[in-house]
């Protein structure tokens, strides 16, 4: 882990879950973001019947929520741990504070939100442009 690394982490707090256990709600105020240390998680929507669509899941060295917090809005999806799971917590508040006050902070979630809207720019790209042959092909050779 590099300096930048270690500056990161030491802005979270650690939290341990257990199997199934929630790491937020749906609709619960966003007041920060996790990234997952070990373990897995869960994020999924409800329909009215309630029956579970999961929309991802993520893994140790994955950040998760952070563009909600920073927005300052309500979590669209729930968050439940696959299988036990430690995560560091980022509190929105504490993290506006160092980005404000640190530009390598700042840096950091500017590459990181980027880096997201890239990947879900080709996500869109692939459901829209390509053929399901392809798109098959694509996740086999991805998997």
Do not use: W
Not at 18 to 40: C, M, N, P, T, W
Not at 54 to 70: S, T, W
Not at 123 to 140: G, K, P, S
């Amino acid at each position: 882990m590099d300096a930048l690394d270690k500056k990161i982490a030491a802005l979270g707090t650690r939290g341990s879950y257990d199997k199934d256990a929630f790491l937020f709600l749906a609709e619960e105020d966003a007041r920060g973001f996790y990234y997952v240390i070990s373990g897995e998680v869960r994020i999924f929507r409800m329909d009215d019947s309630g029956r579970e669509v999961e929309i991802v899941r993520l893994r140790p060295g994955e950040f998760f929520g952070e563009a909600i917090a920073f927005a300052s809005g309500k979590f669209p999806a729930f968050a439940r741990a696959a299988e036990d799971t430690e995560v560091l917590y980022f509190e929105r508040l504490r993290m506006l504070r160092s980005i404000r006050s640190d530009p390598a902070v700042a840096e950091f979630f500017l590459i990181l939100l980027a880096d997201k809207c890239i990947l879900l720019n080709k996500r869109i790209e692939t459901l829209n442009l390509r053929t399901v042959r392809q798109r098959l092909a694509q996740y086999l050779l991805a998997h």
